[in-house]
Every structure is written in C-alpha cells, then in structure tokens.
C-alpha cells in the first residue's frame, strides 16, 4: 500500500479536531457519527472500484451468523462477504465486509464450547 505518512497524520489530526469540536469541516457528517482515531490497533487497507455480487445464495445476520431456511442461525457456521447477503445491514462494500468479518470473529470467540 502506497500512503504518505506525514499527509495521513495530518489527516488523523485533524479529523481528531473535528472529532473533538462535535463538527466534520470535510464532509458534513453527522457529529454523532464522529469517532476519535486514538486507540490501536490501526489497520489500513487500499480500496478501488469494484462490483457486489452474491455467489452462494446465503443469508447472514449482523454477526456473519448463516441463517437456515426457518430464520435461525446454523451453529458455528458463519458467511461474511460476497457469499451471503445479510438481512440487517446493507451491503456496503469493503469496509463492511472487514467490519462484519470482525464481528463474525468475535461471535465465534465467545462460544463456550469448540468442539
């Protein structure tokens, strides 16, 4: 991934500023939609222009939970991605995918038993 890292500092900063002031002067967002950039870990990834498609037909919940044909979700199996389409949220693209791969991951943690 090519980034200036002295342009993506001064990005973060003031981002943080606006953060801190309860307004976005680059985009208008909602101030509650405002979160500071302070704790790592910092992860970074290069995003271009792509096409959404789903390919396996899957239906997942806001956990990356595959959902069974009665609307309950198949124990320990989990689709994110391109394979499902979820029932709560959009597909939004990259972003959403990493974020509902992190919470697949989480739902799969906090299971009691592995076997």
Same mark, same amino acid.
């Given at each position: 991934?090519? &980034?200036?890292?002295?342009?993506?500092?001064?990005?973060? @900063?003031?981002?943080?500023?606006?953060?801190?002031?309860? +307004?976005?002067? +680059? =985009? !208008?967002?909602?101030?509650?939609?405002?979160?500071?950039?302070?704790?790592?870990? =910092?992860?970074?990834? @290069?995003?271009?222009?792509?096409?959404?498609?789903?390919? !396996?037909?899957? &239906?997942?919940?806001?956990?990356?939970?595959?959902?069974?044909? @009665?609307?309950?979700? &198949?124990?320990?199996?989990?689709?994110?991605?391109?394979? $499902?389409?979820?029932?709560?949220?959009?597909? &939004?693209?990259?972003?959403?995918?990493?974020?509902?791969?992190?919470?697949? $991951?989480?739902? +799969?943690?906090?299971?009691?038993?592995?076997?």
């Amino acid at each position: 991934m090519t &980034i200036d890292p002295s342009g993506l500092k001064q990005s973060i @900063e003031k981002y943080n500023l606006d953060c801190k002031a309860g +307004a976005d002067s +680059a =985009f !208008g967002r909602p101030a509650e939609s405002l979160i500071p950039i302070e704790k790592s870990p =910092f992860y970074a990834i @290069e995003l271009t222009m792509t096409g959404l498609y789903t390919i !396996g037909g899957l &239906i997942h919940d806001d956990q990356g939970r595959t959902i069974d044909n @009665e609307g309950n979700p &198949i124990l320990r199996l989990y689709s994110i991605g391109n394979v $499902g389409q979820p029932t709560k949220l959009l597909p &939004i693209g990259v972003p959403g995918v990493i974020a509902l791969g992190k919470l697949a $991951g989480k739902s +799969a943690a906090s299971l009691d038993n592995w076997s």
